[in-house]
């Protein structure tokens, strides 16, 4: 929209470089261009705005397949005022002098115009079209049959209207012809999901079933290994025991004739200490008897007095003195009698 500003009556108006200015004074072209900007009077002045710039126009439409379906076609057409001349004398772009607004709908109009031009073409395809291809094939079919028919239309030229790109954005169909649709795709990507679970289950039982294989050929092995061990073991034990009952046995003989040797040696001792000790006997005898009575008596004293406690003094009375006296003084004879 124009930039209208006042002043003292006058009005001064400026416009962007995207916008179309035609200034009509009293029936005559005064200004006629983009991006304008000049003075003029609202009570004799004409003012038209067109926008040249390009724009983009949506638009969603139903139609009808050859099997009866109803679908919904989105796109997107793009286009801009080439003549704005023409635009300006085919469609109300008039402007209020004061306020720069529109007085009509000229955008509205275009939409309209677009819309109906291309929603023609789009059903002219699809009603020779069944809904499984237009799903398919649909989308390129209908783009290229209305650019050809907005490019072979005659009313847009002679309204100064150039089409600049048309793309078809999606062919729907109804929701539950969508859901249905979609039914055997799903089932069958289940299927194979399905197919592809039980590929995976029985890859997994195969490879447990040769874990287990496994498992149990190294039990077997290992139970059998342990069967050679117990029996090395057992013979192992049995060798040992043998070899320690010979050592043992060769160690009782030894100590047999150990004891045999010592036991002879000690009577052979027993022996000769016995003979010498009879000997020694003998000859004390022989010496006592050949020895005089008052010499044994002495010696008999003196070992009694070796083997009798330590006396620390001694008192002899004259009465024990004389009778021991005595005694030693009598023969060997009398004593006996």
């Given at each position: 929209?124009?930039?209208?500003?006042?002043?003292?009556?006058?009005?001064?108006?400026?416009?962007?470089?995207?916008?179309?200015?035609?200034?009509?004074?009293?029936?005559?072209?005064?200004?006629?261009?983009?991006?304008?900007?000049?003075?003029?009077?609202?009570?004799?002045?004409?003012?038209?705005?067109?926008?040249?710039?390009?724009?983009?126009?949506?638009?969603?439409f139903h139609a009808r397949t050859a099997d009866f379906q109803d679908v919904t076609v989105q796109a997107t057409v793009t286009y801009?005022?080439?003549?704005?001349?023409?635009?300006?004398?085919?469609?109300?772009?008039?402007?209020?002098?004061?306020?720069?607004?529109?007085?009509?709908?000229?955008?509205?109009?275009?939409?309209?115009?677009?819309?109906?031009?291309?929603?023609?073409?789009?059903?002219?395809?699809?009603?020779?079209?069944?809904?499984?291809?237009?799903?398919?094939?649909?989308?390129?079919?209908?783009?290229?049959?209305?650019?050809?028919?907005?490019?072979?239309?005659?009313?847009l030229p002679e309204t100064g209207i150039e089409v600049v790109a048309v793309r078809v954005v999606a062919i729907r169909p109804e929701?539950?012809?969508?859901?249905?649709?979609?039914?055997?795709?799903?089932?069958?990507?289940?299927?194979?999901?399905?197919?592809?679970?039980?590929?995976?289950?029985?890859?997994?039982?195969?490879?447990?079933?040769?874990?287990?294989?496994?498992?149990?050929?190294?039990?077997?092995?290992?139970?059998?290994?342990?069967?050679?061990?117990?029996?090395?073991?057992?013979?192992?034990?049995?060798?040992?025991?043998?070899?320690?009952?010979?050592?043992?046995?060769?160690?009782?003989?030894?100590?047999?004739?150990?004891?045999v040797r010592l036991a002879g040696a000690h009577a052979e001792a027993a022996r000769v200490a016995g003979a010498a000790r009879a000997?020694?006997?003998?000859?004390?005898?022989?010496?006592?008897?050949?020895?005089?009575?008052?010499?044994?008596?002495?010696?008999?004293?003196?070992?009694?007095?070796?083997?009798?406690?330590?006396?620390?003094?001694?008192?002899?009375?004259?009465?024990?003195?004389?009778?021991?006296?005595?005694?030693?003084?009598?023969?060997?004879?009398?004593?006996?009698?």
């Open positions: 929209m124009a930039d209208i500003t006042r002043r003292l009556g006058w009005r001064h108006l400026r416009s962007a470089p995207t916008a179309h200015i035609r200034h009509h004074k009293r029936g005559r072209l005064a200004h006629d261009g983009r991006g304008l900007s000049f003075w003029y009077r609202s009570l004799s002045a004409a003012l038209s705005e067109v926008p040249v710039d390009d724009r983009e126009l949506a638009m969603a801009r005022v080439s003549d704005p001349a023409k635009a300006a004398e085919r469609l109300d772009f008039s402007v209020d002098p004061d306020t720069g607004s529109w007085r009509g709908a000229p955008l509205e109009q275009l939409a309209t115009l677009l819309t109906e031009t291309a929603q023609q073409h789009a059903l002219d395809v699809l009603a020779r079209t069944e809904l499984a291809a237009a799903l398919v094939d649909g989308v390129a079919a209908v783009r290229e049959r209305v650019a050809t028919g907005l490019a072979a239309e005659p009313r929701a539950e012809v969508e859901r249905a649709l979609r039914t055997p795709a799903r089932e069958q990507i289940q299927q194979e999901a399905d197919r592809a679970t039980y590929q995976r289950r029985a890859v997994a039982v195969e490879r447990e079933r040769a874990i287990a294989e496994n498992e149990l050929a190294s039990q077997i092995e290992l139970a059998r290994r342990e069967e050679r061990l117990v029996e090395q073991r057992g013979t192992n034990s049995r060798r040992e025991a043998e070899e320690k009952a010979a050592a043992d046995g060769v160690q009782a003989e030894a100590e047999a004739a150990r004891t000997e020694a006997q003998a000859a004390w005898l022989r010496v006592h008897g050949e020895t005089d009575p008052a010499t044994l008596h002495a010696l008999a004293a003196t070992r009694l007095a070796e083997n009798l406690p330590r006396i620390e003094s001694v008192t002899l009375s004259p009465d024990v003195l004389t009778t021991l006296l005595s005694r030693l003084g009598r023969p060997h004879g009398g004593a006996d009698a």
